[in-house]
């Protein structure tokens, strides 16, 4: 009764005649079935067609409503749960894997089309031992990383970058243990260290959350500024897993943006500099420019969000990123949503969240940031 009652709404906003109704319904059940009802933040009981009914109900003219109708239908990018525990679950496989095995082949000197030589190797498996994984956040769903992947142990495999002196000394007798049964004994003790380190996430659409340089104090802060402290202290349980002077860094991303990509690209040799430490950025699903709003492709939807804008929606966090949030935090243009959240990265239409904005987002963003309400 509900769903047809939000069915009638959404056609009485429409103003959609009979057979308007019987070309669209089909659609947008499909729409709703598949993907958009299964979104973690709508508010109890609600679901995608009366959501999308209530957002399109605050434009004033029947032309900005068709024109925000057909942008959704056509331009909206919806990560539903099951794509995203996919990324997770190829991540090792389709781009860490890989990273492994070719620089394995390097050290036994075998063509790395030779695979199945290479894995079999005491020199891969000691590599792929040697390897900690560390979430940058609880997006990173480390739970479903670690299951995905039985070949890695789970002592290698943690959901934080920051890590006590107790836990990681218990990280490193594990360690050793595994690397001496490898070897059948042979390792020296001084070689039993990391050499390599993933950090892992979930999304990025503009990279600055995990690195950029503050203009107060030129100094880097975000994530993996946090992650790099972490490193380089002298008593924190990270360094001591660790040789500054043979080690790879990789940033793992399950869903990322060509502007994360290049802005971390730029800014990590900064961070690095002086160091012998080696990096790459592996992004399992690309969003690539094609996919952000456009001009003049999208002039009349861009039209559109600048004239329904609440100052409100910014704050000291969203500054960070630009003067406003209309097109996203760090004007990143992103017409995404994830079932479990919307990234501020979207356009503000897109995540306003009507307890704390004067117009509704259409899938509404619980920010970790925010203000009593």
């Known amino acids: 009764m509900r769903e047809a009652l939000a069915e009638r709404l959404l056609a009485q906003v429409m103003q959609w005649t009979p057979e308007n109704v019987a070309s669209e319904r089909p659609l947008l059940q499909a729409m709703a079935a598949f993907k958009y009802d ?45 794509e995203i525990i996919h990324f997770i679950s190829t991540a090792y ?15 036994v000197s075998t063509p790395k089309w030779k695979i199945h030589n290479i894995i079999k190797s ?3 498996q000691s590599l792929r031992r040697r390897c900690l994984f560390l979430g940058l956040s609880d997006g990173a769903r480390i739970d479903i990383f670690r299951r995905s992947n039985p070949e890695l142990s789970h002592e290698q495999i943690w ?5 006590s002196p107790e836990k990681a000394k218990g990280i490193k007798t594990e360690l050793v243990k595994d690397l001496s049964n490898i070897a059948q004994g042979n390792t020296p003790q001084e070689d039993t260290y990391f050499r390599m ?18 203009n107060s104090d030129d100094k880097y802060s975000g994530k993996i500024a946090n992650f790099f402290e972490q490193l380089t202290g002298d008593k924190t349980g990270l360094s001591s897993l660790v040789d500054l002077d043979d080690l790879y860094i990789g940033v793992i991303f399950y869903i990322a943006t060509d502007k994360t990509k290049a802005h971390l690209e730029s800014t990590l040799p900064n961070l690095f500099r002086g160091r012998k430490i080696e990096y790459g950025i592996q992004i399992v ?12 492709r999208d002039n009349d939807f861009l039209s559109l969000i600048n004239n329904y804008y609440d100052l409100n929606a910014e704050d000291e966090h969203t500054k960070k990123g630009g003067d406003d949030v209309k097109l996203g935090f760090a004007g990143c243009k992103l017409p995404v949503a994830l079932s479990h959240n919307t990234p501020n990265n979207s356009f503000f239409l897109l995540w306003a969240n009507k307890v704390q904005h004067k117009y509704r987002g259409l899938f509404p963003r619980i920010s970790r940031h925010r203000s009593e309400v």
């Not at 979930?202 to 950029?212: A, H, I, M, P, V």
């Open 38 to 82: 299964e979104y973690q933040q709508f508010a109890p009981g609600m679901r995608f067609i009366e959501s999308f009914a209530l957002w399109l109900n605050q434009f004033l003219t029947k032309e900005e409503r068709d024109c925000a109708y057909n942008f959704i239908k056509e331009k909206l990018i919806f990560f539903s749960n099951a």
């Open 93 to 107: 496989h389709d781009h860490i894997r890989p990273i492994l095995i070719q620089r394995s082949g390097s050290i």
């Open 122 to 124: 005491i020199e891969f």
């Open 159 to 163: 959901q934080a970058y920051e890590l």
């Open 197 to 214: 380190i993933f950090l892992i996430d979930d999304f990025s659409g503009s990279g600055f959350s995990y690195l950029r340089k503050s």
């Open 285 to 296: 699903q690309l969003l690539t420019d094609e996919a952000c709003l456009q001009e003049p």
